[in-house]
């Protein structure tokens, strides 16, 4: 059964700082990862998905990197600013195949950028 | 391109009552996913319709919830008899056909519903 861990729960840094959130998943044979970002009483903004083929993909400040065989992927935000402090989300396909279905979330990791 | 919709985006309802809520995808996305995040909880996968079928309902609740996904018009999840416990966010999520490379989610603002 496909598990998906998010370290830090919450995280505070000032502004300007560049930081890692992490994610693991139990099952390695996943065909994309997606990471999300949440306003607190919002839906989720998609900010990345990287097919399991890609090492990583980069949107703007935003990096992503996927490590299938080590069940692991890092969102990497550069150069922090206040208007990114939000909860961010990563999700794997609950299927092993590129059939579509439902995605398993982790628990998510509630970021603070202090002006 | 609007983005997927979803109404309404608040809810009350008393102990008993019916709630119904509704989600449009996308357009050109045929694939719906409903998910529900409970106070301090993770987002929980629900139900997954295509267009008049129910491919995957394994996270339902057995009784009460139902989900369908009508030739025409948005998806709707109906919660029957609420109770305290339902109270939460249901997210509706859309994806285009599965051949397309990606199968990327993109989700809805969510309808928050309070049970009283």
């Known amino acids: 059964k496909q598990e998906v861990t998010q370290i830090p729960a919450a995280l505070s840094v000032p502004e300007g700082e560049n930081l890692v959130l992490n994610c693991s998943f139990t099952?390695?044979?996943?065909?994309?990862l997606q990471w999300f970002r949440q306003d607190p009483g919002k839906g989720l903004t998609s900010l990345l998905l990287i097919q399991s083929s890609q090492r990583e993909q980069t949107s703007g400040r935003l990096n992503a990197s996927l490590d299938k065989s080590s069940g692991r992927s890092t969102l990497y935000i550069a150069a922090s600013q206040p208007g990114d402090s939000a909860t961010y989300l990563c999700?794997?396909?609950?299927?092993?195949?590129?059939?579509?279905?439902?995605?398993?979330f982790g628990q998510g990791t509630e970021l603070s950028v202090k002006p | 391109n609007a983005g997927v919709m979803q109404n309404p985006r608040h809810l009350v309802r008393r102990r008993g009552q019916e709630a119904r809520l509704r989600c449009s995808p996308m357009k050109g996305h045929s694939h719906v996913y409903w998910y529900r995040q409970l106070p301090e909880e993770g987002l929980k996968f629900m139900v997954y319709?295509?267009?008049?079928?129910?491919?995957?309902e394994s996270g339902m609740p057995k009784e009460r919830f139902s989900a369908e996904f009508p030739k025409e018009g948005p998806s709707i999840l109906r919660i029957q008899q609420v109770v305290r416990g339902d109270s939460a966010a249901y997210f509706c999520a859309s994806s285009p056909p599965v051949r397309i490379i990606y199968n990327e989610q993109f989700f809805g603002p969510g309808t928050r519903l309070t049970v009283l």
């Open positions: 319709l295509q267009k008049e079928n129910i491919i995957d």
């Open positions: 099952d390695s044979a996943i065909y994309n």
């Open positions: 999700a794997v396909p609950g299927r092993l195949d590129n059939q579509g279905g439902k995605l398993i």
